[in-house]
């Protein structure tokens, strides 16, 4: 299997819609690599390749490398454009990172021992608000995920953005912004059952 954070990626010259149109008629995604003090560059690459490496959750957490026309770059994804449908890749961002400095990227949650919950186990139900979060660290220390635990959470609880494990150097953009941006990330509702039981 090819190494899902490689991009290979050649140049092209020309920039605007019908020259992305004409990649596309190709069989390959128009791109551009932009940041980290160096050029523009635009850039086309394999539909079928790019599809592949989307399908791992990983590549949108990780640094990247960007091959082009034999050399690399370091680089996170920023932006995929789909078409409506979602199968289709119409359009990459990447970024380039320098190693030393921080930068700001979205890592998923994943929610753990859910079954276990105690308000789940008496009925309630799991609504999760978020199923991402943007955090601002070092590119050497971007987690691939976040876990949330749902274990002791009872039926009318919430976790917060400020509950969350963050590994060490890892912050969270929202909580930068002050105590009304801490969001609730998943909460236990009691089931329409439960509250049927509860008016009888």
């Known amino acids: ?42 850039l086309s690459l394999n539909h079928n390749e790019v599809i592949k490496h ?21 680089a996170i994804l920023k932006d995929v454009q789909r078409e409506p449908a979602g199968v289709k890749i119409l359009h990459l961002d990447f970024l380039r990172v320098n190693m030393n400095e921080q930068v700001r990227v979205h890592v998923p949650l994943h929610f753990i021992n859910e079954d276990k919950s105690i308000g789940v186990k008496k009925g309630g139900v799991a609504t999760h608000s978020l199923v991402d979060v943007e955090i601002v660290t070092l590119p050497g220390k971007i ?20 509950d969350l494990v963050l590994p060490d150097g890892v912050s969270l953009i929202a909580l930068a912004q002050g105590s009304d ?20």
């Open 1 to 42: 299997m090819s190494n899902i954070f490689e991009f290979v990626a050649i140049k092209r010259e020309k920039s605007g819609t019908g020259a992305a149109r004409g990649v596309r008629r190709g069989g390959s995604v128009p791109a551009v690599l932009y940041g980290g003090g160096g050029t523009v560059q635009l």
């Open 54 to 74: 989307l399908n791992h959750e990983a590549v949108y957490s990780h640094v990247l490398d960007v091959v082009i026309d034999g050399v690399s770059e370091k």
């Open 143 to 162: 987690p691939d995920f976040l876990e949330v635990n749902l274990t002791n959470l009872d039926v009318g609880q919430s976790i917060h953005l400020s």
């Open 181 to 200: 941006h801490d969001l609730p990330v998943v909460s236990i509702l009691p089931s329409r059952a439960s509250k049927e039981d509860t008016a009888e």
